[in-house]
């Protein structure tokens, strides 16, 4: 099959590598930006090209979506009136994804939103302990996500990259993404309140803080804390559970459970991996998440994530949103 990655930015080129990684060889590229086109020939050897018509005329078979945000509709919508199966970065707006449902369904074809964090490591052994019930009844959970916004590409002004802009900031992009694979571990969420805003001195004109209180329908409690102004990468979770406890620190790729029987803690370390030069984040949840999309293709297996989900997770972004406006606590339907 041949692939048409849209978009050579970071997450272009990342998908590229993912591809060439898992022995597909087939790949073209198309960018507005001759700069990015030029970068991804070179670095990858591939065909690129500058206008969308000219390159669906190469027929590809499927779609890598990896535009910022707001242009994630467009190609979804492209590929799915073309019948070609599509996989699409993590967005935030639900204009027309109703439109692109029926049109999915109509075309049978495979429609892959991003679920990336369902496939790393540390994450993948947290929900292996919670459906064990290793601590027993949840009662509570909090979790605090930040790094600072011009270390994400220090290559670029942060006014001129999709995450210093205000509908499609980071910490506005975080929000969903992270609570799909919170949802997908501690179930549905029945209440959610936020507060948010600017308050750093970030040169950009966006909210750089939401705090999150969830109310989940199987009554645990969640704190999720989301800002871009850490000055070192952080991703820490707690678990508080009537038999224990769980803790994850993302740096050092580890989980930690505390036995309150035994009164001891056990370290699960997530395996190594390799790092993009550059990049904080490991290479192989990205990997697995394609080759995941790959199988779904060939018929191997059900893509785990559909855009139903994304419309009801997308659906607590504009909860967030609501709440923080409205200054009240959102009752989730």
Same mark, same amino acid.
């Given at each position: 099959?041949?692939?048409?990655?849209?978009?050579?930015?970071?997450?272009?080129?990342?998908?590229?590598?993912?591809?060439?990684? +898992?022995?597909?060889?087939?790949?073209?590229?198309?960018?507005?930006?001759?700069?990015?086109?030029?970068?991804?020939?070179?670095?990858?050897?591939?065909? $690129?090209?500058?206008?969308?018509?000219?390159?669906?005329?190469?027929?590809?078979?499927?779609?890598?979506?990896?535009?910022?945000?707001?242009?994630?509709?467009?190609?979804?919508?492209?590929?799915?009136?073309?019948?070609?199966?599509? /996989?699409?970065?993590?967005?935030?707006?639900?204009?027309?994804?109703?439109?692109?449902?029926?049109?999915?369904?109509?075309?049978?074809?495979?429609?892959?939103?991003?679920?990336?964090?369902?496939?790393?490591?540390?994450?993948?052994?947290?929900?292996?302990?919670?459906?064990?019930?290793?601590?027993?009844?949840?009662?509570?959970?909090?979790?605090?996500?930040?790094?600072? @916004?011009?270390?994400?590409?220090?290559?670029?002004?942060?006014? %001129?990259?999709?995450?210093?802009?205000?509908? $499609?900031?980071?910490?506005?992009?975080?929000?969903?993404?992270?609570?799909?694979?919170?949802?997908?571990?501690?179930?549905?969420?029945?209440?959610?309140?936020?507060?948010?805003?600017?308050?750093?001195?970030?040169?950009?004109?966006?909210?750089?803080?939401?705090?999150?209180?969830?109310? /989940?329908?199987?009554?645990?409690?969640?704190?999720?804390?989301?800002?871009?102004?850490?000055? $070192?990468? $952080?991703?820490?979770?707690?678990?508080?559970? %009537?038999?224990?406890?769980?803790?994850?620190?993302?740096?050092?790729?580890?989980?930690?459970?505390?036995?309150?029987?035994?009164?001891?803690?056990?370290?699960?370390?997530?395996?190594?991996?390799?790092?993009?030069?550059?990049?904080?984040?490991?290479?192989?949840?990205?990997?697995? %998440?394609?080759?995941?999309?790959?199988?779904?293709?060939?018929?191997?297996?059900?893509?785990?994530?559909? +855009?139903?989900?994304?419309?009801?997770?997308?659906? @607590?972004?504009?909860?967030?949103?609501?709440?923080?406006?409205?200054?009240?606590?959102?009752?989730?339907?």
């Amino acid at each position: 099959m041949k692939f048409l990655v849209v978009g050579l930015g970071s997450m272009g080129k990342r998908r590229i590598r993912n591809l060439q990684y +898992l022995k597909e060889k087939d790949i073209i590229g198309f960018d507005m930006r001759e700069d990015r086109r030029k970068e991804a020939q070179e670095k990858y050897g591939i065909k $690129t090209f500058g206008n969308i018509d000219e390159v669906m005329k190469q027929n590809p078979g499927a779609l890598i979506i990896s535009t910022p945000p707001n242009y994630h509709m467009e190609y979804e919508l492209l590929a799915a009136k073309n019948s070609k199966h599509f /996989f699409c970065e993590a967005g935030v707006f639900t204009e027309k994804l109703e439109e692109l449902i029926k049109l999915c369904k109509k075309n049978k074809i495979v429609a892959a939103p991003s679920c990336t964090f369902r496939f790393n490591g540390s994450v993948k052994i947290i929900k292996k302990l919670v459906d064990e019930n290793r601590i027993g009844k949840i009662v509570s959970l909090t979790y605090h996500l930040g790094q600072y @916004l011009p270390d994400w590409h220090p290559w670029e002004d942060i006014t %001129e990259f999709y995450v210093g802009q205000k509908d $499609t900031a980071a910490t506005r992009e975080m929000v969903p993404f992270e609570l799909e694979w919170i949802t997908w571990i501690f179930g549905d969420i029945k209440r959610i309140s936020c507060i948010k805003g600017k308050m750093s001195s970030l040169k950009a004109d966006i909210d750089d803080v939401y705090q999150l209180i969830l109310e /989940f329908k199987n009554k645990i409690i969640g704190n999720y804390l989301v800002e871009v102004i850490s000055r $070192t990468p $952080t991703r820490i979770m707690r678990i508080i559970g %009537e038999e224990g406890t769980i803790e994850w620190d993302w740096m050092s790729d580890t989980v930690k459970v505390y036995d309150a029987k035994t009164k001891k803690w056990e370290e699960l370390k997530e395996e190594q991996g390799f790092k993009e030069k550059g990049y904080v984040a490991k290479e192989g949840m990205y990997i697995e %998440e394609i080759k995941h999309f790959l199988n779904a293709i060939a018929g191997k297996e059900k893509y785990m994530y559909t +855009l139903e989900d994304d419309k009801r997770i997308l659906g @607590l972004l504009e909860a967030c949103e609501k709440s923080a406006k409205e200054g009240r606590h959102i009752i989730i339907k």
